[in-house]
């Protein structure tokens, strides 16, 4: 075994530009493998902070029937006394603000935009005392200023700005039915744009106070959710129950995010099917990489096998002698590989890759904007230097099978 | 010792069949120093690779040591090979990355020996074969004549009972395969070990105890020299 070992170890050295292409083969692929492995989780991440911080928060309080009928976004599916159950999850150390979505027909006007015109949109209201303190908007703002608690003003996501045209300072105007179905105008002032990391917010993002929309809409208090803030390493299924349990029977349901984002979630898991795809191709092609210089190195030592084989050495011995031979690259390869992929790493975590060219008018279902960032996966890491090392091993098996299938004198004529 | 009975070998290529051997016999005795000689193509070196049990006969029966190496299954005749024959080969067929000492230790370590075995014996048989101080130099570092004697002391190291050299001294200058041909000369009467080895050469046939010629895959003549 020792004399095995020591043989490989040194056809490894007499074979040195071959061993390093086959090296650098692995270890391209095992750095590709590395990257894309933490770019995908970094995006994985990313897009479930975005999705709770700017969508979904963390759990949502909404009436019974609200979740069935989401897409008509009625008022009267509504919560009617918000404020009391805020109070009882302030009381339970646990953050929550209300809101009020509804649809309407956004009018834009010429004085401002130019052209009159009209889309429709969906409005968020909300608390401008609180919101900030279950939502992330607070960093968002890139020009004019938050709202203030009763104004007519709204907020636009940066990306829904620059569709319509918007500035800071012009007025839109809100057309949409009140509570009861009478029609209600609402003349509001572009008081800030906010850029939010997450697309789909920031797309089609209009925001207004919600004591305002309180006031037009004749709510009367009612609203049409709570959102709720928990701790990043809360149980948060038993948070919901938790917090369901404070509810009293109140005609109201808590939703945890994953059950609010499930679509996401689905899309996740497809992408991580997909993304295993890709990492089986890199690997089939370093493997073929590997298993034609494999190849080669064991045809062009034909000569040398028939003689080892006359000699009586075993086909069981000569195989392992290949086996520690590949096992050898395969270790220069993974070690290499790593190293690669931990540089690779360093750029994607700290400086990433800006995809905002593709993300802006495509939605990919990651709740990222422009810029993907990895993270460091040591597992990854790990597994993908043992990978190396058995690939290389598994693809060097079958030419030395074949090369021992060929007769000795056969082998000895070999040129 | 040896005993080769009316043995057949056919090549095919394609579909034309080429006798290699047809129906030889011969009987070779302990410490023999037997040359198999003739032109290219007359099955020297056929019968060589079946005495030494790397190819399958079609026909016929060779036993050596009373035992019936035709029957023999791929595996027995590995460790037939590994306990009982040596091999020498035209072009020395060392490995490149071992030394000459390494070389020839490496048949030993198939034999499971101990270490201090291996170290003893190898030095012993590379100072025989007029290696000394030469342990540690790889082949790209001997002349073919050196190649060739390490190639000898890796055949001898083991001890075996027969050394099967297929034309060793075609690579060499006359010289040097003079050479060559004195120390497997002296290794067959010291060792009482039996060479076979074939030739076309005349200057290696002179050498020989026994010339066995071959012509055409048949055996024309079995001269005892001395």
Known sequence: MKFLISLAFKNLTRYKRRTLITAGAIAVGLMMYIFIDSMLMGAEIESVRNLKWFETASARILNDEYWENRFQKPMDLNISSPDKIIKTLDDNGITATKRMVFSGDLILNAEDFGEDGNLAATVTAIDPTRDFD?????????????????????????????????????????????????????????????????????????MMPISTADEYLAMEGAVTEINVSLPENADVNMEVERIQGMLNGDNLTVMSWEAMAVDYLALAEAKRGGTSMILFLIFIIAAVGISNTMLMAIFERIKELGMMRSLGMSNTKIRLAFMFEAAGIGVIGSVMGVVLGIFADMFIVNIGIDYGFLLRDMDIGYRLQAIFRGVWNPGTMVKAFFMGIIISIVVAYLPTKRALKMDIPSCLRHQ | ?????????????????????????????????????????????????????????????????????????????????????????????????????????????????????????????????????????????????????????????????????????????SDTGREILELMKEMNEKHQTTFIFSTHDKMVMDYASRLVMLHDGQISSDERRK
């Open chain 1, 134 to 206: 279950v939502f992330n908007f607070g960093t968002t703002l890139v020009d004019g200023r938050f709202l203030e608690p009763g104004e007519d003003a709204v907020l636009l996501g940066s990306w829904f700005a620059e569709d319509i045209g918007a500035e800071v300072g012009y007025w839109i105007t809100v057309v949409t039915r009140g509570n009861g179905g009478f029609y209600e105008a609402m003349d509001l002032e572009i008081v800030g744009i906010l850029n939010c990391p997450n697309p789909n917010v920031n797309r089609q993002l209009l």
């Open chain 2, 1 to 173: 010792m040896i005993k080769v009975d009316n043995v057949v070998r056919n090549y095919h290529a394609g579909e034309t069949v080429v006798k290699a051997l047809r129906g030889v016999t011969l009987e070779i005795t302990k410490g023999e120093f037997i040359s198999i000689a003739g032109p290219s193509g007359s099955g020297k070196t056929t019968l060589l690779n079946l005495i030494g049990c790397i190819d399958q006969m079609d026909g016929g029966e060779i036993s050596i040591k009373d035992e019936v190496i035709s029957t023999m299954k791929k595996k027995e005749k590995t460790n037939f090979r590994r306990n009982n024959l040596g091999f020498i080969f035209q072009t020395y067929n060392l490995i490149p990355v071992l030394t000459a000492y390494e070389n020839v230790a490496f048949v030993l370590s198939l034999l499971n020996l101990p270490e201090k075995e291996v170290k003893e014996r190898t030095m012993a048989i590379l100072k025989e074969v007029g290696l000394e101080g030469m342990e540690h130099r790889r082949p790209s570092r001997l002349s073919g004549g050196q190649q060739q004697r390490v190639a000898i002391a890796r055949a001898l190291v083991k001890n075996p009972e027969i050394i099967l050299a297929d034309e060793p001294t075609a690579n060499l200058d």
